[in-house]
C-alpha cells in the first residue's frame, strides 16, 4: 500500500502585520496651532473694540455749539419729521414747539391737498446772547420740490446749556 498523502490544505496566508499604532501627536504642532488661535482670538476681539469705539464717535451726539444743535434739531424735526431724533436735541422741561409744530403741520397738509413735496430747509445761523439768555435766529424756507415757490419765515430759537445745548422753544419773528 502506498502511503496516503494528507489532501492538500489550502494555502492561508500568512497573517497581516498589525497595523502600526499612530504616532502621538506632536507636541510642537499642538503649541503653535495653539498660539495661532489665540493670536486669532485677540486679533478678532481688537477689531471689534475698534468698531465699537469709531461707532461710538460717528453717531455721538454733539451740544458742543448752539448753532450745531439748532441745525441738527431742524434737520430731524423739518426734513426727517422724527420726533424721537428731535427730542435728542430739547430741553427736558419748558419745552413750546407749539408754534414750529402749527408749522409743520401747515407743510403736511398742503402736501396730502396738493399732492407735491415740499422741502424745508434754512439759511446760517446766528447765535446771540442777552442777559444770559442765548437764542439762535435763521431763516426758515419752504420750497416746493419742483422750485416753482418758495416762502421764507425768520425764526428764533431759545436753547440753554444743560449738560450740553438744547432747543427750548421756536418762535417765529415779526
Same mark, same amino acid.
Given at each position: &500500500?502506498?502511503? !496516503?498523502?494528507?489532501? /492538500?490544505?489550502?494555502?492561508?496566508p ?17 503649541? %503653535? ?6 493670536? &486669532? /482670538?485677540?486679533? $478678532? ?8 469705539? =469709531? ?6 451726539? @454733539?451740544?458742543?455749539a448752539?448753532?450745531a444743535?439748532?441745525?441738527? =434739531? ?8 422724527? *420726533?424721537?431724533? /428731535?427730542?435728542?436735541? +430739547? $430741553?427736558? !422741561? ?7 409744530? /402749527?408749522f409743520?403741520?401747515?407743510?403736511? !397738509?398742503?402736501?396730502?391737498? =396738493? !399732492? ?5 430747509? #434754512? ?16 431763516? %426758515?424756507?419752504? &420750497?416746493?420740490? *419742483?422750485?416753482? @415757490?418758495? +416762502?421764507?419765515?425768520? #425764526?428764533? =430759537?431759545?436753547? %440753554?446749556?444743560?449738560?450740553? #445745548?438744547?432747543? $427750548? ?6
Amino acid at each position: &500500500m502506498q502511503p !496516503s498523502n494528507p489532501p /492538500a490544505q489550502p494555502a492561508v496566508p500568512p497573517p497581516a502585520p498589525a497595523a502600526a499604532p499612530p504616532k502621538p501627536k506632536n507636541r510642537r504642532v499642538r503649541l %503653535i496651532v495653539a498660539l495661532a488661535g489665540g493670536i &486669532m /482670538a485677540l486679533l $478678532c476681539l481688537g477689531g471689534v473694540g475698534v468698531f465699537v469705539s =469709531f461707532y461710538d464717535e460717528a453717531t455721538k451726539i @454733539e451740544r458742543k455749539a448752539p448753532d450745531a444743535v439748532v441745525d441738527s =434739531f431742524l434737520r430731524a424735526y423739518l426734513v426727517n419729521r422724527d *420726533d424721537q431724533e /428731535a427730542s435728542l436735541y +430739547t $430741553c427736558k !422741561s419748558g419745552l413750546d414747539l407749539s408754534r414750529l409744530e /402749527a408749522f409743520r403741520t401747515d407743510i403736511q !397738509s398742503r402736501e396730502q391737498r =396738493f !399732492s407735491i413735496g415740499i422741502r424745508a430747509d #434754512w439759511t446760517s445761523l446766528t447765535v446771540s446772547s442777552d442777559n444770559g439768555k442765548t437764542t439762535v435766529t435763521t431763516d %426758515i424756507r419752504r &420750497m416746493i420740490a *419742483d422750485g416753482s @415757490e418758495r +416762502t421764507t419765515d425768520r #425764526w428764533q =430759537f431759545p436753547v %440753554i446749556d444743560d449738560d450740553g #445745548w438744547r432747543v $427750548c422753544g421756536a418762535l417765529p419773528v415779526a
